[in-house]
């Protein structure tokens, strides 16, 4: 079991209820969908994941450690069995291709050595091949969200979080990013996507976890609906 | 806290942010100068207030009258017994002789015989007496005045006390005003790097999601801070020693009353404390500025 959340609401200091009382438990290797209208508490559930966020109540355990209780200089080594792929992109527009996922690896203090050929595997792996001294603001929003993914998996994590990462895309595009995400799921990284686009779920036969006023309205397989 | 095999990195990332926000750079340094400056002319003013003061201090004295009709012996009795009294550093005596002869002096016309004029010498032995502590003069004075043979003694009395309450308020006024600055200065060159931090507050908060540790992030920021105070510093160093210099220069001809510290290794230990200080309210303002950003 990689994630497991035990009665878990959140209330922020505005007094916002976000979420309140989530079970939901995650095994290694599935692909889920986090659906749901804005403010249904998708971002929340997300940003605890990577422990942005921790619970007003509850509990919850991330390779069998609790975040609650984790300390602070302990988040570091948890953000780094993950990788987060933003509706924005959130690309360094300074750097290159190859910098912006190199910068990644380097954050997480991997040897100097091993940055550049892993480098060069991930930019292949999302088709990118060609475009690593290119900046960001040169290719199209597609490509621009691939190098996004190239950094999620640059350093192999467990868990891979993609907040709406289809947002700012048209559904062609949007397609070849669900491809590429199917296909790193495929080699054993699980994932979890948070989206509002229902074409993308429809028809692909993945767990769909439907929030709604910070409750979980449904969690089945999308081919029993 | 810094690993080693980072360091390059760190000082390449703070040269890199350094030119690429070249006018937030400008501004920050300029901030700096600034600050520093103006808490080095505090600094000079109030080392030179407390040297005057101290010289107006160390020139009060007690001037001990005596009776006309003291012997000798009981003249030196009475040295040994003034120099015994708690607080006292030094007693020099005055002969009547010696006293007319100051007085002349005073008197600057040189033809004017002041003895012939006032025909048998009117005045007094006397004694001066120097307190270790000029602030215990009125005590002393009350203590020597109880002594037989003491005809009066005077050291100014008021007026001493009104000097001490003014130099204690010189005193206060002057450490309240640096203080004062310097706090300023700290908020204000953390307001400046809060400026160039929040240009980057993508980038920070990117590099904590991805897994970067507090001082990772830290490192090339701090170098900046530190990097940018001290060229600030040493700018206003600058002005300040040349300006500085130029007053000693002029004052000394044009001021001779006024006494300007001029001690080399007093001024050398000012502008170093002033170059701690760039450096200091660089790393201050970055920690002040960036924690906020850091609590992702």
New interface residues.
């Given amino acids: 079991m990689l994630v497991q959340f035990y009665n878990v609401s959140k209330v922020y200091k505005n007094g916002v209820k976000a979420l309140n009382d989530i079970s939901l438990k995650i095994d290694r290797g599935e692909f889920i969908f986090l659906m749901g209208s804005s403010g249904a508490g998708k971002s929340t559930l997300i940003k605890m994941l990577?422990r942005?966020e921790v619970p007003t109540r509850g509990q919850i355990f991330i390779a069998s450690r609790s975040i609650v209780r984790m300390k602070r200089?302990e988040v570091?080594?948890?953000?780094?069995n993950?990788g987060?792929v933003f509706q924005d992109f959130?690309l360094?527009e300074?750097k290159t291709v190859a910098e912006n996922i190199a910068f990644?690896m380097?954050?997480?203090?991997c040897k100097?050595r091993d940055i550049p050929p892993r480098t060069t595997e991930v930019i292949q792996m999302v088709g990118l091949k060609g475009k690593e001294n290119s900046f960001p603001g040169q290719l199209s929003g597609g490509e621009q969200q691939r190098i996004g993914i190239a950094?999620a998996i640059a350093?192999r994590p467990l868990l891979l979080i993609a907040d709406e990462p289809s947002g700012n895309l048209d559904m062609d595009t949007a397609r070849e990013i669900m491809e590429l995400l199917y296909d790193i799921n495929r080699k054993g990284t699980t994932v979890v996507m948070a989206t509002h686009a229902r074409e993308l779920v429809k028809n692909a036969r993945k767990r769909i976890i439907t929030l709604e006023a910070g409750q979980i309205l449904s969690d089945q397989n999308s081919l029993e609906s | 806290m810094m690993n080693i095999k980072n360091v390059a990195y760190f000082f390449r990332e703070a040269f890199t942010s350094l030119t690429r926000n070249r006018l937030l750079s400008i501004a920050t340094v300029s901030t700096m100068v600034i600050c520093v400056l103006l808490l080095g002319i505090a600094v000079l003013m109030t080392i030179n207030a407390g040297s005057f003061i101290n010289r107006l201090e160390s020139d009060i004295e007690i001037i001990v009258f005596l009776d006309n009709s003291m012997t000798s012996t009981q003249i030196v009795d009475m040295k040994t017994t003034i120099e015994k009294q708690d607080g006292v550093k030094s007693v020099v005596f005055v002969s009547r002789e010696q006293a007319l002869q100051n007085l002349q002096k005073k008197f600057a016309d040189k033809n004017y015989d002041l003895g012939k004029t006032v025909g048998k010498n009117p005045l007094p032995d006397s004694y001066e007496v120097k307190a270790k502590n000029p602030q215990n003069v009125g005590a002393l004075a009350e203590q020597i005045k109880k002594m037989p043979g003491v005809y009066k003694v005077n050291y100014g009395q008021g007026l001493v006390e009104r000097l001490f309450q003014v130099t204690k308020w010189v005193r206060i006024i002057s450490i309240g005003f640096i203080v004062v600055l310097a706090l300023g200065a700290v908020f204000l060159i953390a307001t400046t790097i809060r400026l160039a931090i929040f240009a980057r507050r993508k980038e920070i908060y990117l590099m904590k999601l991805i897994g970067a540790t507090d001082w990772f992030v830290r490192w090339p920021f701090f170098i900046e801070g530190i990097l940018l105070g001290s060229v600030g510093a040493l700018i206003s160093i600058l002005l300040l020693s040349v300006g500085y210099g130029s007053l000693l220069n002029n004052m000394q001809t044009a001021l001779f009353f006024i006494p300007l510290v001029n001690k080399p290794n007093l001024l050398f230990n000012v502008y170093l404390s002033l170059l701690g200080t760039g450096v200091l309210l660089g790393a201050l303002g970055t920690y002040i500025s960036l924690n906020r950003f850091l609590d992702v």
């Fill in positions: 990577f942005e200089s570091p080594q948890l953000r780094r993950m987060v959130k360094l300074n990644a380097k954050v997480v203090g100097t950094r350093n």
